[in-house]
């Protein structure tokens, strides 16, 4: 109950808990147990029995964003509570995860220049840098 | 071919494509008779979907949370690890076919090939999307989708979760969550209470089937997750993003009474109306398919030793037909134990003696599934109330309303509408949107699904970089 509360405040607050991240992992690495309520803003992540490696960031046109190492660019967005990954060509509709496993080609992004990769298959990796694609805008300027 | 002499070509005895429980079974029992095995997936590790494994950086995992399929998936994974015959080729996606007994394989954005003697395709299945308005939106995902999520990433689809659907497979996907700590806000299940819990035949021989059915209610309600009978998602709306969801009562004809609308703020839906099968890769190579009429899905067709219509191609698991994991392993042995012998690595008689455990199994565990299939078949209802407003074909944005009107036009052909509207020509290549079109179009022009057929892949049957194919052609 208090630490529903802690987290949801903290998460009104939109607070990145650097610090408090850091000591976690470090700690959670030493005795392999779940030692802090709060994990850097990601409620969305399930804390409880499970251990991550070290926490590495990306960007998202431009702003940055945690994963962990082994997460798919998907994964991680939704974990930061980014849903919409691109713009439709034609309706300019938002689009983001629909089938989870590479089938239906909606949640595609582009990754370090190369497009339409499909962010529920690819891996996060440090320093990625990723970029939505709203092809509407791409389909005009390319007129 | 001279341009394609640089391509890496690996060669092996049986090429087994898609590393899930029926893939991996194959690979085991052919691999046990002798014969020389890769194992190409798409996914970065061996278990496909239903033995997805979490990814390996985790220091430590909530095995709690991550079901039964997990503790099942133990003992074949490491088997097949260990096997010295057996070669796993993860992220390596079977994009064509072209010469006999040759697949075109891509990985790490370099196309090769592979060769062998006997393929068995056990490539598997996705789940059937019925579209209802606002189902575009980020934050609706199907059941699958949030399962893969959890087990592999240990990440919970949203906050306020909605599930609609119908069949058993919402069950344990509601359960990892609820484990998890996800808020699921009701479960709505198609059908009613009756059709739900409709008995089948010789229940004594599937107890553990009941006993995993009465450990997923007994979570649930013991949570106090409402569970609704008759009941689906009608419309999801939000800014960008769901934000609240219209639930409605089934009617009789089975459409969504929307005189009886509720609202529900959620931010994610899940859905689940049943599975399909993914038969790219078999009409590929050539195989024959059929609808079946009682699952409501296309089907390959393959004898009762796991053989398809060609010669050299075995299929295995859900491309012969939505049966559960149970039947995708007997399925898998046999077609292993089938290759090996065609291959010569085992008589007439070790093969009858071997595969008769698996062949049993297989049968014992049919039956059941065949009760699901008839069970929890989708209702044309479901299909008849998409409005005419709703995106069917989500790639290339097509409506509801414009394939109907085709439909009528072109007496229902599937080529019509892709040619007018170009439903089917996205990036998905028709796999999300063809069941729901053929649906619609057969509706619409009074024919059988089996009559308006279906799209003919060509190669390649998922988008590949064209760096991929030239990068290992020899420069001019």
Sequence with gaps: MIRARLRSALGKAGVWTVGLKSVYSYTGKLFGTWVLPVSDQSFLRVDAGVVREAPFKFTLDGTEFTAYPGETIAAALLAAGIRQLRRTEKQEQPRGIFCGMGVCFDCLVTVDGRMHLRACMTIALPGMKVTTQNEAEWRRSRR | MAPLASMIVTECDIAIVGAGPAGLSAALSAADAGADIVVVDEYGAPGGQY????????????????????????????????????????????????????????????????????????TGAYEQPVPFRGWTLPGVTTAGAAQTLLKAQFVMPGRQILMSGTGPFQLPVATQLVKAGAKVVEILEYLGPAAFF???????????????????????????????????????????????????????????????????????????????????????????????????????????????????????????????????????????????????????????????????????????????????????????????DTVV?????????????????????????????????????????????ARLAAAASNRTISEIGSDTPRPHIKPLAIGALTEPLPQR
């Design chain 2, 51 to 122: 033995f997805r494994q979490p990814h390996a950086k985790f220091l430590r995992i909530n095995e709690g949370v991550l079901g039964t399929s997990y503790q099942a998936s133990k003992r074949i994974l490491a088997a097949v690890r260990g096997h010295e015959r057996i070669r796993i080729r993860p992220n390596t996606l079977v994009w064509g076919a072209f010469d006999q007994g040759m697949l075109e394989i891509e990985s790490n954005n370099v196309c090769e090939r592979l060769a062998s003697h006997r393929t068995i395709v056990a």
């Design chain 2, 393 to 437: 074909c989500r790639c290339e944005e097509v409506t509801a309303g414009q394939v109907r009107g085709l439909a009528r036009e072109w007496n229902g052909s599937l080529r019509a509408i892709k040619q007018c509207t170009r439903a089917g020509m996205g990036q998905c290549q028709g796999r999300i949107c063809e069941p729901t079109i």
């Design chain 2, 198 to 388: 409709r008995s089948f035949p010789q229940p004594w021989r599937h107890l553990d089937k009941l006993f995993e059915a009465y450990g997923y209610f007994a979570c649930l309600l013991s949570r106090g997750i409402p569970l609704r009978y008759g009941q689906m998602v009608v419309e999801a709306r939000g800014d960008g993003a769901v934000e609240e969801a219209d639930v409605a009562p089934v009617g009789i004809d089975g459409r969504p009474r929307l005189d009886r609308i509720r609202t529900l703020a959620v931010d994610s839906i899940l859905t689940n109306f049943g599975f399909v099968p993914s038969l790219q890769l078999p009409r590929l190579l050539g195989c024959e398919t059929r609808w079946d009429e009682v699952g409501g899905c296309w089907v390959a067709d393959c004898d009762e030793h796991q053989r398809s219509s060609r010669a050299d191609v075995l299929l295995a698991g859900e491309v012969t037909g939505m049966a559960g994991h149970r039947v995708a392993m007997a399925e898998g042995a046999i077609a292993g134990l089938r290759a090996a012998a065609d291959l010569g690595y085992l008589t007439p008689a070790a093969f009858d003696a071997r595969s008769r455990e698996p062949r049993r199994r297989r049968a014992r565990h049919q039956s059941f599934a065949d009760h699901l299939k008839r069970t929890f078949a989708p209702h044309p209802g479901i299909y008849q109330s998409i409005l005419d």
